[in-house]
């Protein structure tokens, strides 16, 4: 069951209050995307995942929590560009403005992901190249991340395939094929290995779709 609850918050950057839409709880069934992007009903529970406040723009997990350098970087012009990128869906632009504020702070993994979530709202709005373009920020800066040994999955090869499912659904296959055989030189548990292995058959294929665990389950056997 999801719960979601308005809250008044106080903005970190402005001090002005806004009203922001707060998950209590939430829980999945099923199987997640190869991208980790959640089943229902934790899928739908995405608008709360980054507030954005009503006087600034500041867009953060909690604008009641300054990322640092924010100040500076909402008036700056490559902030601004994104707030005014009416094309995309004031979610994305959200995500994207986390994304950047994260990457200026030197968390490269929080921006990695924020950007991964702005792909996902896009993908949902049916808008592929502008999704693709959020993919291929998203994994440029795990990758980034991976080579600061700052992962974004614990387990052997896991973070490999992350990038690899991210790097295929945006179209650079070679980019992806070379992730997923280094997932492979980890050594990683049969699972991740057998799920990598399907990515690379998918990246052979040329093939950008989406795919669950589930769809790979017989890949798996």
């Not at 632009?93 to 994304?99: A, H, T, V, Y």
């Not at 959020?134 to 090869?157: V, Y």
Request: overall charge negative; glycine content about 6%; aromatic content about 6%.
């Amino acid at each position: 069951m999801t719960i979601i609850m308005p809250e008044d918050l106080t903005c970190a950057i402005c001090e002005k209050e806004s009203t922001q839409q707060v998950l209590i709880s939430t829980n999945a069934m099923g199987h997640s995307d190869l991208d980790l992007r959640p089943p229902e009903m934790q899928r739908s529970t995405m608008h709360t995942w980054v507030q954005r406040c009503r006087s600034c723009g500041y867009c953060a997990p909690s604008i009641e929590e300054a990322i640092e350098g924010a100040e500076t970087l909402l008036g700056e012009e490559r902030y601004r560009k994104i707030r005014a990128k009416r094309s995309y869906p004031a979610l994305a632009r959200d995500f994207l403005c986390w994304s950047l504020l994260a990457e200026n702070a030197g968390d490269l993994l929080e921006a990695g992901w924020a950007a991964l979530h702005a792909a996902w709202v896009l993908d949902d709005e049916g808008k592929e190249k502008v999704a693709a373009e959020c993919r291929g920020k998203a994994a440029d800066l795990f990758i980034q991340a991976i080579k600061k040994r700052k992962k974004p999955c614990k387990s052997a090869g896991e973070s490999e395939l992350l990038v690899t499912d991210i790097l295929r659904r945006c179209g650079r296959f070679e980019d992806a094929r070379d992730m997923g055989l280094e997932g492979l030189d980890r050594m990683p548990r049969s699972f991740v290995e057998k799920l990598l292995l399907f990515e690379l058959e998918r990246i052979k294929e040329g093939d950008t779709g989406r795919y669950t665990v589930k769809d790979a389950l017989p890949f798996l056997r």
